[in-house]
């Protein structure tokens, strides 16, 4: 920014410096113009300039008596080429029987003339003799003299472009880096629990006299089997991601039942919801309900949707499954009673790794990426998903699919 000021700063100056030189020297012109008018026209000079500047692009001469059109373009002409001063120009002069300005175009850049904008002049006095020189696009022409200040302008311009595409970038891999971090400490306590159980099980199992109570083996047993399903879960979230990541889904997609997939999906979820003495109420009213889609990846965006439910709920959960038809597209919502998601946190909840912070517990397990999951499969499945949350009150995920 302090870069920028001092630039705009010092190119503002030298842009003064060059209206000033110019002011000046079409004023020199135009005063070497009238003393040859005064000489021609065999008058006295004033003892004052007879050139008066009345606007930024508007200068006007006094001379005393009548002059020649074609004579005075001729003068102008000269004087302003000595002088290099290109830009485009209208010369009028001043007629005092009619009181109004004759104008004609002269220009040294006649390859140019065509688009010079020119406007009408206006008068000066009402009596006397003058002749009044307009200029049209002076700042472009100043501006196209100051070729070195255009030029590091530009580089400058150039320079904080990459810097603060750097900086970007800079910050972009600092959040990618505490991202990183934080899945991987929290891969770590995933795998952590389900291995410390498995390695306690096993050395119970280990017990020679273990044999004598079955009922102590099967169970035992079971919680190796179950928490060897839990890592099984783990390990197929993280591949599922990649795959996401490398693009290579391999969706094989066929017509199936949304309220089959439903039904599989809250049937894989039965054992989460009554270890929570949870609930699911199905109100499937959609009578189109044939969709192209891919049964195991379809299925585990409804799995997803109904565990986050289950998971984020601090009372026993009370999951409502709606489906109805809609300008010939099915509409699936899955609503719970959970802790509701923040206007913030709704904002981040699709994005990769993004889990909704719960200060420094970890009661509720997981990766961050079912939800980003979910909404690449639904788009991939040419669908839309939307959600609608308040913090103690629950959320409604609505999935917007097109029916085959």
Same mark, same amino acid.
């Given at each position: ?226 928490? #060897? ?40 979820? #039965? ?134």
């Amino acid at each position: 920014m302090g870069i920028t000021v001092t630039q705009i700063y010092w190119v503002r100056k030298a842009f003064d410096l060059k209206e000033n030189q110019f002011n000046r020297d079409v004023k020199s012109a135009l005063g070497n113009v009238a003393d040859r008018i005064y000489e021609i026209n065999k008058t006295i000079s004033p003892s004052t300039s007879p050139v008066e500047q009345l606007t930024t692009n508007y200068f006007v001469v006094l001379v005393n008596g009548p002059v020649n059109a074609n004579l005075l373009d001729v003068l102008v002409g000269s004087e302003f080429e000595k002088r290099n001063i290109t830009a485009n120009y209208e010369v009028g002069v001043y007629d005092c029987e009619t009181q109004c300005m004759n104008a004609t175009d002269f220009n040294l850049h006649k390859k140019n003339k065509a688009t010079a904008s020119l406007v009408e002049m206006p008068t000066w006095k009402d009596d006397g003799y003058y002749f009044g020189v307009q200029f049209s696009s002076i700042e472009a022409n100043l501006i196209g003299q100051m070729g070195i200040w255009v030029y590091s302008s530009v580089v400058m311009l150039i320079v904080i472009f990459f810097f603060v595409y750097t900086l970007l970038v800079i910050l972009r891999q600092k959040r990618l880096s505490e991202i990183q971090k934080d899945f991987i400490n929290n891969m770590t306590h995933e795998f952590k629990t389900p291995l410390s159980t498995i390695a306690i099980s096993s050395e119970v199992l280990k017990d020679v006299n273990i044999v004598q109570t079955p009922e102590r083996l099967l169970n035992y047993a079971t919680i190796i089997q179950t928490e #060897s399903h839990r890592l099984k879960q783990h390990v197929e979230r993280v591949l599922q991601y990649a795959r996401l990541e490398k693009s290579d889904v391999g969706l094989k997609k066929e017509k199936l039942d949304v309220h089959n997939l439903i039904h599989e999906a809250v049937q894989n979820s #039965s054992v989460q919801l009554q270890e929570r003495n949870g609930k699911i109420t199905l109100l499937l009213e959609a009578t189109e309900k044939i969709i192209s889609a891919d049964r195991l990846h379809f299925t585990n965006v409804l799995f997803n949707l109904i565990d986050n439910a289950i998971k984020y709920s601090d009372s026993p959960p009370h999951l409502i499954i709606k489906t109805k038809n809609h300008d010939s597209r099915i509409l699936i919502e899955v609503q719970d009673n959970g802790i509701g998601i923040s206007s913030d946190n709704l904002k981040k909840i699709f994005n990769q790794f993004y889990r909704v912070p719960t200060g420094n517990l970890h009661d509720v397990k997981g990766f961050g990426l079912g939800l980003n999951y979910v909404k690449t499969m639904v788009e991939l499945h040419k669908g839309k998903i939307e959600v609608e949350s308040k913090p103690s009150v629950g959320s409604v995920f609505k999935i917007t699919l097109p029916i085959e």
